[in-house]
């Protein structure tokens, strides 16, 4: 059993890259082979429109053709068990990162097919970790979340399966007196860092222990 993380934040060890970290080790509790990838350590483009995935008898049928920093951690996500992604989220979506990851990654595996079929050789485990700074109400009132029922569709259609897991109104700096946060609640968010955060990323590692379960 393996599973492989994709981090779509440009920081290590911050909220995505904790969380990623906590799934990963309730992985590795049910004896999985884990591996996490930084994607901003990577040099590489989104989707090109070369349509080389979706050529009749083409040698990259079903895989992304482009030869950058992304062609072997895509070969090897889809020999892997389970695929974990995490992004905080900008402006309503993923970083900018993953989402050129998640357009090489996902759109070969989409047939031109009437059904749209999914050309993913066999079924694969996989779940999303996203991060807010903004609290419940902001992201409802602003649908900050809706992208990501996107993700859990196309993922199911092409893998089979998608879990994910929300963490909302997270701690953003070291310092808030650096910077401009008139707007938040300082106290409450660093109480929140202090008694919630541990309890996700918790369920970062319940996640992390079930994408390694055998698919019913």
Known sequence: M?????????????????????????????????????????????????????????????????QDGLAQPLARAVEVDAILIGSPIYIGAATGMMQAFLERLLFPFIAYDAAHSSLCPRPIRTGGIYTFGADDARIQQMGFDQPITVHERVFTRIFGSFERLLVTDTYQFDDYAKYEASGMDVAQKTQRRQEVFPQDCRKAFELGARLCQPMG
């Open 2 to 66: 393996k599973i492989i993380a994709f981090n779509g934040s440009p920081r290590k060890k911050w909220n995505t890259a904790t969380l990623l970290q906590h799934a990963l080790q309730g992985a590795a509790a049910q004896g999985a082979e884990t591996e996490l990838i930084h994607l901003y350590d990577l040099t590489y483009t989104g989707c090109t429109s070369c349509f080389a995935c979706k050529r009749k008898g083409g040698k990259s049928y079903a895989r992304c053709a482009v």
